[in-house]
């Protein structure tokens, strides 16, 4: 191993510019003449909009628009898209799908929809002007609750009967029912898995421009996806020709999902500043964030494991209702289906799961895919249910678990909800997370505990998800719009170095550093000659961009190809160089050397030929410079086992982790430093939905967690530090052998962590958050 | 429109400003200096904190004209040159940054802990920083970054 190459912890190249405010964020960028927008929105979850008089708002200083959706409609601007269509029930075809226009039409219905926009010379005078709007509502009676949005006497949408999207299943049922008529015992659990709101530090920003003397958009954005915002806001919003439409997403300040997704304000500014002729800026207020980013999570599901009498599972049965928000976001129809009932195999043997999920709409704001996207949905959902049976059945959680697993000699291994696992040793992880937890000492820690008047509880949870995101074909055949493929170009300069671009999109996911290994690696040039490139869709080629832990297994082959390519062409220019044969020129280490000599050529000297090519292979263009795609055969599928332990206070309901440990199966590590760094933030947020956060809405459907004096984030006394370890089984499937590792925290631990507040407490459930007060209670009624 | 005059990494800065001007987007828009963020807007998340006179301070939370004279140091101001400051190197060490949205902030009040602090452990870190959200670190790599850093600041 290199100093710089695959499996070395590199120091991170980003942090220069990050650590000394030179980064570069969307509302960091500023252009001559830019104005400002600021969005009217509705302050009611479910209203017709009677009227709309903006003249007092126009009359505002320095106001220079106030635009609607009657303008927007008018000019042709197309709603905005849910791009994976979900097939239900019975045959029925297509998910019912209400049109979801930029500014509202007539009706709004979520608290912080869209109803108008003030643009004005400043963003105070913006605001002013939005304040000036009057609009006339008439306030209907509002759809809230996820489990009962179905039964409600009031629809939401002429398009969608009963508040229902879509009514979907997977499995086998009739197999299913078959296995709970031979089981010796069948564990019921209900659970809810708990509403979220992203919260990346940076707010959501756009800025727009439109050049009147070349015909050209640009638009800088907070996005994961920047090709996906230029193709959708052009081929389905119909703002701008996708050849005439520039989308630059500069440094994005965390996303989690949030900024996957394509938003009303990117829509609408990109539109208007054409309009108005001048550039349009907007940033997101965080009291904005809270009421329109895309939020997450919000199941209400019952689970139903099937054991025969020796603890082997038969059968999983899984009903869920999830809820979607009042509209569709960009992938909203895919979290609580293909990406979440997909994943309830689990790491077991299972052979019979049915699922049904009714995907259901309610005034409130939309719900979208968020770290882990239906995955911990899932991994909850199941842990929760295998931790129940073990207690009930009085088989130790980790013996359970081992009986059950999938063993390693099963690979390639084919669920029954569709995933055909490629490789995995889930004992191994099992074993080293015990190890590392120190599991045979805690009954001595648990004694020591209730001697002090306190509670220790153990939780395990062992996930599996599936990352990688996605073969095209298998996206295409389960309803997906796009093709999930990523791309790479790698260009030498004439000099020696080299510029990389790929379509993905680091949010914090380290990419400049650890595709700069991967090249460093494959073709032996110093990082510091190496500059990888994202972001901008007149720089880099078409990229599907950064979610689903995709970046590095999809991303990161396109590179290893493109790769290959360079290193091929280059043998052809050595061979010519070197008076040899092609076959006989070896690659290794930037070094291009015919067999068995001592002839070699630098890289740099090969790349340096390309471009100046008086001494040249004929017919062989000049130039080194390559471009691949890459599209993945299969998912890839890390996995782990997380250990959590708690003490409970019982007089307090306070809970405090004293001990988390991670064990994950990631394949191939290229940098260890940045991979526990993001397994700690997924830990972080996973912590933070299992005993902190919660999007509230009351039953009018406001919401009721609007800002962080509302909605808890976690801060840094309220996460210990973690112990982490890995195991590793590299994917066979790809060229680096990775699998990816963005979400496995946030997956992981809800269950992990609940299951151990259960244990100390020794009560069944505790739904999450496990605050205090629901601890405390938990504590009474367990004496 | 007042006119206000303060000086922010040891540079005379002087700028005409809506008295509703924030401190942050006086720094931010009337000064240039876009490395102090704004990640809320209840005083909460800490991507704004500047010095002000050498203590720690939200600056969404001060007018700019309450530092009218005040001496303010930015993110920007903090490296000699090419030589990072010792806690900017402590952060880039343990990997106590990801997006790097949180970060100026975050150091800025690390370094404000530590001057309060000298010794603290790492229970006083993690009470000490409630005022700063980081989304993406889990706050694993920040807490040793501070403690660090803590031990480079001592020399």
């Known amino acids: 191993m290199s100093e710089t190459g695959i499996g070395a912890a590199v120091k991170r190249t980003e942090d220069q510019r990050f650590l000394t405010g030179a980064g570069n964020f969307v509302d960091d960028i500023n252009l001559r003449g830019q104005s400002y927008a600021s969005f009217v929105r509705s302050p009611h979850a479910h209203a017709k909009i009677k009227g709309i008089n903006t003249s007092a708002a126009a009359a505002m200083p320095g106001v220079l628009a106030v635009l609607t959706g009657e303008e927007l409609v008018a000019d042709g601007i197309g709603p905005l898209i849910c791009g994976w269509n979900i097939a239900g029930k019975h045959g029925v075809e297509a998910h019912n799908s209400p049109p979801h226009h930029a500014l509202a039409v007539g009706k709004v219905n979520y608290v912080g929809d869209h109803v108008a926009v003030v ?36 629809q939401i949408h002429d398009e969608a009967p009963a508040n229902l999207c879509y009514d979907w299943e997977i499995g086998d049922a009739e197999a299913t029912d078959a296995a709970f008529a031979d089981a010796a015992h069948v564990t019921t659990i209900e659970v ?251 009954d001595a820690r648990r004694k020591e505990s209730e001697a002090n008047g306190k509670r220790r509880g153990l939780g395990y949870s062992s996930y599996i998800e599936a990352c990688g995101i996605a073969p095209s074909a298998a996206v295409g055949a389960l309803g997906g719009g796009v093709g ?92 010519h160089s070197l008076e040899a044969a092609e076959e006989d020129i070896e690659f290794a280490d930037g070094i291009f050397t015919v067999k068995n000599t001592n002839k070699s050529l630098t890289i740099g000297e090969v790349a340096f030929t390309a471009y100046v090519p008086h001494n040249y292979p004929e017919g062989l263009e000049p130039g080194l410079h390559e471009q691949a795609f890459y599209d993945p055969v299969n998912f890839s599928f890390p996995a782990g086992v997380h250990i959590c332990e708690v003490e409970v206070d019982p007089a307090t309901g306070e809970t405090d982790i004293v001990r988390y440990t991670a064990v994950d199966d990631f394949g191939t590590i290229i940098n260890p ?62 060229p680096l052998g990775a699998k990816g590792c963005g979400e496995a925290g946030a997956i992981a631990a809800p269950p992990a962590v609940i299951n151990a507040i259960t244990d100390a407490c020794g009560v069944a459930h505790i739904e999450m958050p496990a605050t205090p007060e629901k601890v405390w209670q938990a504590c009474q009624a367990a004496e | 429109m007042p006119t206000i005059s303060m000086t922010v990494n040891g540079n005379a800065v002087s700028a005409d400003v ?48 309450q530092a009218e004279g005040a001496d303010v140091a930015t993110i920007e101001g903090l490296a000699s040159g090419d030589e990072m400051h010792p806690m900017q190197a402590a952060f880039k060490e343990h990997h106590g940054l990801q997006c790097g949205f949180c970060t100026p902030g975050m150091v800025m009040s690390a370094i404000d802990l530590v001057n309060n602090n000298p010794g603290a452990d790492e229970a006083t870190i993690r009470e000490q920083l409630d005022g700063n959200i980081c989304r993406c670190t889990g706050y694993h790599n920040i807490v040793k970054a501070i403690q660090d850093g803590a031990s480079r600041m001592g020399g």
């Open chain 1, 119 to 154: 643009i004005a010379d400043t963003k105070a005078e913006a605001d002013d002007g939005a304040e000036a709007v009057e609009v006339d509502y008439e306030v209907l009676t509002a759809v809230v609750d996820t489990a009962t949005a179905q039964d409600n006497t009031i």
């Open chain 1, 192 to 442: 809810i898995n708990n509403r979220l709101i992203p919260n990346a530090v940076e707010p959501r920003a756009c800025l727009a421009e439109f050049n009147k003397g070349t015909g050209d958009w640009t638009l800088y954005v907070t996005s994961q996806n920047p090709h996906l915002h230029r193709l959708v806001i052009s081929a389905f919003n119909q703002v701008a020709p996708e050849h005439k439409l520039r989308v630059i997403a500069p440094d994005v300040g965390g996303g989690f999902g949030s900024k996957i997704f394509i938003y009303a304000e990117e829509v609408v500014c990109t539109w208007a500043t054409r309009k108005i002729g001048r550039p349009i800026k907007w940033t997101a207020q965080r009291s904005e964030s809270f009421l329109s980013d895309a939020h997450g999570r919000d199941h209400v599901s019952k689970a139903e494991l099937a054991l025969d009498a020796d603890g082997k599972f038969l059968g999983l049965r899984v009903n869920t209702k999830a809820n979607l928000g009042a509209y569709l976001s960009t992938f909203a129809t895919a979290v609580p289906t293909y990406l979440y009932a997909t994943l309830l195999a689990g790491n077991y043997t299972t052979p019979a799961i049915y699922c049904d999920v009714q995907g259901v709409f309610t005034n409130t704001a939309p719900v979208d895919a968020l770290r882990g996207a239906g995955r911990p949905e899932a991994t909850y959902l199941l842990e929760r249910a295998v931790e129940t049976a073990a207690r009930e059945l009085k088989i130790d959680p980790a013996e359970l678990r081992r009986r059950n697993y999938i063993q390693p000699d099963a690979f390639p291994y084919q669920t029954p909800v569709v995933h055909q696992y490629d490789i995995g040793d889930y004992g191994a992880s099992l074993d080293k997370a015990c190890e590392m937890a120190d599991v045979a000492g805690f």
């Open chain 1, 484 to 575: 999930l493929y990523e791309s790479a170009d790698i260009r030498f300069n004439a000099t020696g170095n080299v510029t990389v671009m790929t379509g993905t999109h680091s949010q914090g996911q380290s990419h400049q550093t650890t595709f700069a290994q991967v090249v460093s690696e494959q073709l032996g040039v110093p990082m510091e000659n190496i500059e990888v490139v994202e972001g901008d869709t007149d720089k880099g080629p078409f990229g599907m961009g950064t979610y689903g832990s995709r970046s590095l297994v999809v991303g990161g082959s396109a590179i290893v190809k493109a790769a290959d390519k360079i290193v091929a062409k280059g043998k052809i220019i050595a061979a």
């Open chain 1, 673 to 734: 430093m940045i991979v526990e760094g993001q397994i700690h933030g997924g830990i972080g947020q996973g912590v933070g939905q299992a005993m902190l956060e919660a999007a509230k809405y009351d039953e009018n459907g406001q919401l009721v967690t609007g800002s962080y004096m509302d909605y808890t984030m976690p801060r840094a006394d309220d996460l210990p530090s973690f112990d982490v370890g890995t195991t590793s089984t590299p994917s066979p499937l790809n």
């Open chain 2, 18 to 65: 809506d008295v509703r001007t924030l401190l942050v987007h006086f720094i931010r828009d009337n000064i240039g200096l876009t490395g102090t963020h704004v990640g809320c807007d209840t005083s909460q998340c800490g991507a704004c904190v500047v010095h002000v006179g050498g203590k720690s301070v939200k600056s969404c939370t001060m007018l700019a004209v």
